[in-house]
């Protein structure tokens, strides 16, 4: 049986643990085929760890969209766009596609920053992506934006989130709240417009988490693909990702990848799930 074809809109993180890098490992890891339409290249300054985002001009941008189109993706995910016109342009791309998924993570902030990279941004996303999208995946910031509630401090206020969302036009949504709501538990929140879902694992170490939002998504796209349910993606994707977490790695002095290989090759965690 021939791979699945997925196409990512994202941008390039240097030391490849979020980004493109870890929607290509994702991809591979799930059995599916990756493509990338660049969007920005990620660098770091090697004294700080801080973060130097370089775009991509849009008419390179743009020849990248003609290629990946032309091969027939079967589901393309967003990441890191930069730019109104780029939002805009990936929302088109994945309609001229005709690509049957579209999975929005809509990235907003570098992790640890709570600052908009471009708050224009969040106006173009509601406008060009959500209307298409089959699963959003917004961290509890990324929701709070995006929903105009601001910072969520409860899972009432993730409902009430997700509700509006969806209500923006996506079938699906996802809200990761992690341990933002001090949780026991690693805890995200489903809603596909009639019934709230939680989903939980055990929570494990947060110091090596280096692209576990990307590989969220990115495994959310992988599973859609390859023909599981929007709801059934979401929950797999939980796992593979909370493996990842679970074994991540000291990198540097600075950060931490997550292991994308971690749930095929150690340990495969379970998901609670509840109606909510």
Known sequence: ??????????????????????????????????????????????????????????????????????????????????????????????????????????????????????????DAMIKYLLPKATIVTPNLFEAGQLSGLGTLKSIDDMKRAAEIIHDQGAQHVIIKGGKALDQEQSYD????????TQLTTDMFQQSYNHGAGCTFAAATTAYLANGKSPKDAVIAAKAFVASAIKNGWKMNEFVGPVDHGAHNRIEHIDVTTEEV
Request: hydrophobic share 40%.
């Open 1 to 122: 049986m021939a791979l699945k074809k997925i196409l990512t809109i994202a941008g390039s993180d240097t030391s490849a643990g979020a980004g493109m890098q870890a929607d290509l490992k994702t991809f591979q890891e799930l059995d599916s085929y990756g493509m990338v339409a660049l969007t920005s290249i990620v660098t770091m300054d090697t004294e700080t760890w801080s973060h130097d985002v370089t775009p991509i001009p849009f008419d390179v941008f743009e020849k990248q969209l003609k290629t990946a189109i032309s091969i027939g993706p079967d589901a393309v995910k967003t990441g890191m766009l930069g730019t109104e016109e780029m939002i805009q342009r990936a929302g088109e791309a994945y309609t001229e596609s005709g690509a049957d998924y579209f999975v929005v993570d809509p990235v907003m902030v570098c992790k640890g920053e709570d600052e908009v990279l471009n708050p224009g941004n969040t």
């Open 189 to 196: 929140l489903y809603y596909d417009g009639e019934t709230f």
